[in-house]
């Protein structure tokens, strides 16, 4: 069960990364087509959406997580019920 869930924040974490590199280059695209008018400004929308659909993936994934995590039961016997905090 641990391993799954580490798996399922591994691929979040690696799809998040990949977001914020589609972002960086949809924002430098967007500076290149403003200063040398190249005509990259659908290459750079496609970029964003690209960015948008990994990071839309990341969150799903996040949250199936959570889910599972939420789903755990932890035994009785570990609990430390008569402890005073």
Do not use: Q
């Not at 979040?12 to 914020?20: D, E, F, K, T, Y």
């Not at 430098?28 to 005509?39: N, P, V």
């Amino acid at each position: 069960m641990a391993d799954a869930r580490l798996a399922l924040l591994n691929r979040a974490i690696l799809l998040l990364v990949m977001s914020g590199v589609c972002i960086g280059t949809t924002v430098a695209l967007l500076f290149l087509e403003e200063f040398a008018h190249l005509g990259l400004n659908p290459v750079a929308a496609g970029v964003f959406i690209v960015a948008i659909t990994l990071l839309m993936i990341a969150l799903l994934l996040f949250l199936k997580e959570t889910r599972e995590a939420a789903a755990l039961r932890i035994p009785r016997s570990y609990l430390e019920t008569e402890r005073k905090l």
